[in-house]
């Protein structure tokens, strides 16, 4: 059987036996709602178009994020590169960062920028910089010594080695490095919302627990999810494998 | 007289400070147009002396100079092919080939170039293909154009063709003796086959190792196409082998 098949065989098991046990009432409704009321809730809110409003406002932040995080991990990472003084110095604290889930800092954000979106974005951008950074240090360390030397015998050196051979060469770590980063600032975008401010994503989730409506608490779940699935596996997973086979990994 | 070394001596200093002598009083003389290999035991300085012409590598001693001008830093003048492609895998044959060529034309100058160079080669119908469609022979003559793109007037091959099985090495001796033929090109070539060398070389620089000196300097004085006097490089062969004899037991008595 083809995997798409056990894929889609599974999702219809596990969804057939979510609406047996609330059908049996195996599980109170009001804990754990059927998937029929996760579906009128799902329809309802594209109706009233809350759930649309809140997956814009939250790309629209996850954009602004992101992109920043890319734009400063590629700098920081260039720079930690190529200088041993700047690696020994910012080199060593940015592993720690890296390991601080990007939501800790939630408390500093909310005091330095008030309690709106700003906060959120300097989460988002927290979230993706430094596994950026990283990953741009090991793609330009790990450039083969072979090309470097061949492009210097034809001429190429400084900038232009650098932007023609150092950085393309590294491009499948960019790739894996901006697939990282997207998956911190999306779940660092999540919390985010979930605990400051609206609208988007996390905050609905908020707003619906905080008035109990557990299927749409559910359906905002998922959703997550699903993005989360779609964006890694159907964009990013897919550049990264043209990339490693271009690229001749 | 085009390429000289005068007096090369290379040391490493390894990390408890001890110094390798990895060449010592290197001496040689070519001229324009020849052939040179370079043939000795694994380990006797040939990529050293070849990546210290490519300049790559700094001497720690010595003088080099081609066509008059001394040697310090890599150059376009001086082409090199190393035992691997080296070719960039995010750039098509074409792009590879046009690479060393950006800054001096433009861009449909620099095409037209790079046919011309792969069609030397023989591979024309790849131009928009990737390094990794292509086989390692065929990667190893893309890198060969590429070098001969930039018009260097010396050319610097370190076992270009060491990776690759007999029939498809026996093919490019070939092509790279009418390239040479053609291009009137000086080429060093580095090696350690003994019949490759004879094979394409004008003379042969035998070297020794530990420290890598040059033990002698042989003139191949037969006619090509070399095929037809399988006599005459039998000779030079056996002639060769005496002075590599020892130097390879050398190198195994070393290891032992
Ligand atoms: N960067 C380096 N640092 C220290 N030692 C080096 C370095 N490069 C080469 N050597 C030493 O120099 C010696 C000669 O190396 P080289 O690569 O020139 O040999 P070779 O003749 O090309 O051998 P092969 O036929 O195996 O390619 C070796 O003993 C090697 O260990
Ligand atoms: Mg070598």
Known sequence: MKPIFKRILFFVILIGFWSLGSALEWWSEIIFPSPLSVWQSFVSGIEDKTLIYGLIASFRRLAIGLSISLLLGTSIGILIAKSKTADDTIGSILLALQSVPSIVWLPLAIMWFGLNEKAVIFIVILGGTFVMALNIRTGIKNVPPLYIKAARTMGAGGIDLFRRVIFPASIPHVVTGSRLAWAFAWRALMAGELLSTGPGLGYTLRYASDFGDMSLVICVMIIIGVIGAIVDQLIFQRIEKNVAKRWGL | ?256
């Open chain 2, 1 to 256: 007289m085009f390429l000289t070394i005068n007096d090369l001596n290379k040391q490493f200093i390894d990390q408890n400070d001890i110094t390798n002598t990895v060449l010592q009083d290197i001496n040689l003389n070519v001229e324009q147009g020849e052939f040179i290999s370079i043939l000795g035991p694994s380990g006797c300085g040939k990529s050293t002396l070849l990546s210290i012409v490519a300049g790559l590598t700094s001497a720690t001693s010595g003088q080099i100079n081609v066509d008059g001008h001394s040697i310090s830093k890599p150059g376009k003048d001086r082409g090199v092919v190393f035992q691997e492609p080296a070719l960039f895998p995010w750039l098509t044959v074409k792009e590879n080939v046009i690479f060393p060529l950006k800054k001096e034309m433009s861009k449909s100058e620099a095409i037209t170039h790079a046919k011309k160079y792969l069609k030397m080669v023989q591979l024309t119908n790849y131009l928009d293909h990737y390094p990794h469609e292509l086989s390692g022979g065929m990667q190893q003559r893309v890198a060969i154009a590429r070098a001969l793109a930039m018009d260097p007037t010396l050319l610097l091959m370190d076992e270009p063709f060491g990776a690759l099985d007999e029939q498809t090495r026996s093919r490019l001796h070939t092509q790279l003796e009418s390239i040479w033929r053609d291009t009137k090109k000086t080429i060093l070539f580095v090696t350690h086959s003994i019949t490759e060398s004879i094979k394409l070389s004008d003379r042969i620089i035998v070297m020794g190792t530990q420290p890598g000196v040059i033990l002698t300097d042989i003139k191949v004085d037969i006619p090509r196409p070399r095929e037809d006097h399988k006599q005459e490089m039998i000779e030079i062969e056996e002639h060769v082998m005496q002075y590599l004899k020892k130097e390879i037991d050398k190198v195994v008595s070393g290891e032992l």
